[in-house]
């Protein structure tokens, strides 16, 4: 097994999910299923091998530094669940940094 | 603490550059707007959008990498850096992991008694978060405004190079005028444009291992991360003189109290799970736009003191004090130019111009006043058009107003009294009324006439000309 | 024939000829919707008003003698991933359930442009993840073929619009063979361009370095119209190539002479049915007697490109789909005591089940202590899997293959069984992780009568030999006539 039902639970805090108990067990089997059929990875050899992250040779793409007019501020609240005085408002925040 | 402590600091310093619009989307960096009228698709993090790279931030990036003695990254790439927080549109924030576009650079910086390298880690590029607002009419919610998300940032890590809480405000001070010389960020520390976090660890003098650090936050002026430095040290040394360990955290400075305080327990583990971000192409930097960009620093603080020196014969003081801001020394030079007198405009920059800017708390460029002005005001004062004592008042009137001090000089009817006839009537008066200071000097009490010379100013507003009065009134006394 | 039976060439050719008006096209779309998508459940959402006012502009531009773009009046479905300006854009998932996005994404606006009519958005699985609409947060989308079975995912939606006739032409978006499978198990042509050929901007990230949006249609020379109009380089998306695009209808040859077609033997190993197998060799034969030169390559690293996949594409859901907190848009959790509280919350009853699995497995596989051995393993196998492809495209002009490995299986077949569900993408996974396009087309029937697919992949941009060589195949045979019967 690779990972246990704690690691699941530490990763669904880190994704900011809650799990049912039940869930959590068929959530760390099928993880677990998952997991080992990657493990066929491991039959290649990839030491000397460079990672693909974009698939096109793309680079320096840019934009000007010119201002463009933004969103309507009634439209940006639009679809917000709750707001106030122009803002989007959430449940209380304690400070702790970032 | 005593001396049996070595101090080891390093600083993390986030910079707003100083971009039209935001790193990845065309809205208005402007400070100060009502909330969330800078805000589109992009910068909200709307389902569907995508990031598109700034140019003019890139070079910004490249151009303080290039003044503080960086390698610049010949390729780059930005990753996601993942975390949930309310002010963060995305829940991840653009920036720079494994590979930052400037590494490896160096600054010269000079406290009272020494000067030392501190060496440049790495800055990289990234984008800002929005803002929270606690203290709404109702306490039930916060309330969060996006206009700063994505104004484009970099973060400039030190090596622990610094050694006391005074080298640290030294260095940052340095970079500060670095930074406003290059025009890349307007530095304002009270609007957030410049933060900087501090790393602190003491260890027994002469051991090699560095102690275990703390992590300061929340310092929002450079005597705020002098003050936090010395108290975290003192606390720090007073832990390992009670034979315990310090504990490897965040502690937040509080600027009422004066103290830093742990932020154990309230802040959970972070794990950012960085990873290439897959929205945004690698940047590759060749010799070329190097050389572009090379071509756009100026004139660096140092070489702009070592040139006042040299080319004004300035004392080393005033080209310090001069240099240290852009724009100060730029309104010296210009002022320079107009009336080839550095010594004395150096006095009356770093004199009346820079307390009247402290009083009123602003800006060179802020103020009314112009070099051509303050040349203009020099050049009557040569010519005996106003006397120095009047020269104050018509400066203080020029940063009030902004007026042309000839402006001033005629409104207000401050032209030096330097007419025989005019003055001499004035004089006249002032021995009639004064019989026995008038008695003085002819006794013999030479400076009985410092006292007449001083009730003639007095009658004529300051306006006499003062060695034309004393002249006349030795002569009519004798 | 009724007008919704035709294709888009079709009815661009009666709108010019002044035969019908838009308008009578677009109220024989909906007279179909109307009898068929009790059935099919295709729709999420319906635009008939905008597109009624849309066909009567066309309508008035043919009254006053104007010139009209061959997609002008024909009606268009968009997959529910993609936004549409004030209309709402769910991803079929219930955390997006009442989202109405400020802007459209850049396909739907070129479209717009066109003159196309854009007649509904379209279900699909959650997020796009899955290969059923099984995950659909709202229902799932039969098959119009048999209305038991599912017709693929996750662009079913879609797929099934176009084969049930309820659409000419619609949208799908495909991260690891989400056109390409249920355009085969719907029986329809369905294309992947080249990543980066389609703008992405505006459409729901799933996973970003793999997602690329391609059209549905009912023949070859729809997708060539289709693809005219949607490709080209976008300013708002980076990753868009700046790239002239061709008049992809120019390459409606029926010549396969020239042409190299190579034939993967890892595609026609174990998993694959045998049915599947037949008429896809049917299909290799019938392009030999054509003239192409058909001959077995190999791609030795594609028993590799699913558990590939299945790790980099959940890492970059799982960053894309952490934007989604109650905040800014969409659902947010009543009762939440607390910030996090409605975090959590929010997130566990606004998404569904395989969502949660793929954020659960990619913020795994991304953090601290595993990233290198998974996301960083699986993205040096993507560059063997891709080298794989460069070296046989060096010799050959297209490789051919089955689609899918079985034909429409039945709804509930497969969805208690992640991996096995997973399976439904082994030919068609590669492509994505490559960036190269494919596309499916119709190559014949199973004994249940359901359709069976074949692939043709090519070379980054080179989907003019895809059309070229689907496009004589079509013209050579029968199967893309057919159409279910509803």
Known sequence: ?98 | MGADYEVTIGLEVHAQLDTNTKIFCSCSTEFGAEPNVHTCPVCLGLPGVLPVLNKKAVEYAIKTGLALNCDIASFSKFDRKNYFYPDLPKAYQISQFDLPLCTDGHINVKTEDEEVRVRINRIHMEEDAGKLVHDGTTDEGSLVDYNRVGTPLIEIVTEPDIHSPAQAVAYLKELKSILEYLEVSDCNMAEGSLRCDANASIKPKGQEELGTKTELKNMNSFKAIEKALKYEIKRQAKVLNAGKEVIQETRMWDDDLGKTFSMRGKEEAHDYRYFPEPDLVPMEVDESWLEKIEEDIPELPTDRKARFINEFGLPEYDAEVLTDSKDIADFFEATVNKHDDPKSVSNWVMGDLMRLLNEENLEINEADITADGLAEMLALMDDGTISSKIAKTVFEEMFKTGKDPDTIVEEKGLKQISDEDELGNVIDGVIENNPDAVADYKGGKDQAIGYLVGQVMKETRGKADPQLTNQMLREKLS | MELYELTAHELHEKLTAGEVSAEEVINSIYQRIEETEEDVKAYVTLTKEEALNKAKKVDERLADGEDINPLAGIPVAIKDNMCTEGIKTTCSSNILHNFKPPYNATVVQKLNDEDAVMIGKTNLDEFAMGSSTENSGFFTTKNPWDLERVPGGSSGGSAAAVAANEAIISLGSDTGGSIRQPAALCGVVGMKPTYGFVSRYGLVAFASSLDQIGPFSKDVEDCALALNYICGHDPHDSTSVEREVPDFTESLVDDVSEMKVGIPKEYFGEGIDAEVKEAVEAAIAKLEELGATCEEVSLPHTEYALPTYYLIAPAEASSNLARYDGVRYGYRAEGANSLIDMFKKTRSEGFGDEVKRRIMLGTYALSSGYYDAYYLKAQKVRTLIKDDFEKVFEEYDVLISPTSPTTAFKIGEKSDDPLQMYMSDLCTIPANLAGIPGISIPCGFDNDGLPIGLQLLGNHFDEEKLIQVAYTFEQNTDFHKESAEL
């Open chain 1, 1 to 98: 097994m690779k990972i246990d039902q704690a690691t699941v639970e530490k990763v669904a805090m880190l994704a900011r999910l809650e799990l049912a108990s039940d869930e959590e067990e068929k959530m760390t089997e099928q993880l677990n299923d998952i997991l080992d059929y990657a493990d066929k990875l491991n039959e290649l050899d990839t030491e000397d091998v460079k990672p693909t992250a974009h698939a096109l040779p793309i680079k320096n793409v840019f934009r000007e530094d010119v201002v463009e007019e933004s969103l309507d501020r009634d439209i940006a609240l639009k679809n917000a669940p709750e707001k106030e005085s122009g803002s989007f408002k959430v449940p209380k925040v304690i400070e702790t940094g970032e």
